[in-house]
């Protein structure tokens, strides 16, 4: 699997987009981008997955750059809610998931 | 909808009892997925079941480490044994798509924190 850099941490305001980057330089062609992300106590919750062209669903936008090195996946309108572990995972379509340390997001109201 | 459940919520036990795990997966999910999450780590592939295939067991750490998946449905995850290394959050996961297919998405449910003392 290719190896993903993320930022540790980041604040955003509520209301605002939150952008958050994602390198994975190493990434195969047949590699997917997928974020998961954690809330406190509770199991990871799967938001949103890519291949080559830009994805959005109710939840989130993942955008991939054209040469598929990084993505930054996009919260629209942040809500406190939205204070989780961010985790960007780079596989091809396969079952074990790994998580590395994630991005930690803090909305603030 | 009703998600991934599982039983108990925490589980605290004494090193060298035995411990069961259970997780009910999401009605009509063909894959199910055992992982955990020891403090301040990342999550590690434990077990996968999909269908009726052999599981993959590749991630069990040790021989104390059992799982089974009775009619395709509930699952167990037996710990023979427990040492104080064993305490963590055990996550059990389901999913409709099989592996191979154009991206999934897993279910995870909330997990069962053991402590073993």
């Known amino acids: 699997d290719a190896k993903t850099t993320q930022p540790t941490s980041m604040d955003c305001a509520e209301g605002r987009a939150a952008n958050l980057p994602c390198n994975h330089s190493t990434i195969s062609g047949n590699e997917y981008v997928y974020w998961y992300r954690q809330i406190h106590s509770q199991g990871p919750q799967y938001i949103i997955h890519?291949?080559?062209n830009n994805e959005t669903n109710e939840m989130a936008s993942l955008i991939i750059t054209e040469d598929r090195k990084s993505s930054t996946l996009i919260l629209p309108h942040a809500t406190l809610r939205d204070t989780a572990v961010y985790y960007c995972i780079v596989k091809v379509s396969d079952y074990k998931l790994s998580f590395g340390a994630g991005t930690t997001v803090t909305v603030r109201a | 909808g009703a998600g991934v459940s599982q039983s108990p919520s925490n589980k605290v036990t004494e090193k060298g009892k035995d411990v069961e795990l259970r997780c009910d997966p999401i009605?009509?999910?063909?894959?199910l997925y055992w992982y955990r999450q020891s403090l301040g780590q990342g999550l590690e592939f434990l077990i996968y079941?999909?269908?009726?295939?052999?599981?993959?067991k590749s991630g069990l750490p040790s021989d104390r480490f059992s799982a089974e998946r009775t009619g395709g449905s509930v699952s167990t995850l037996t710990i023979q044994r427990t040492q104080q290394e064993d305490s963590a959050v055990y996550l059990c996961a389901s999913s409709l798509k099989i592996a191979g297919a154009s991206g999934y998405e897993q279910f995870f449910g909330p997990g069962t924190r053991l402590t073993v003392l």
């Open positions: 079941f999909q269908g009726n295939s052999a599981p993959d």
């Open positions: 890519g291949l080559k």
């Open positions: 009605s009509g999910h063909t894959a």
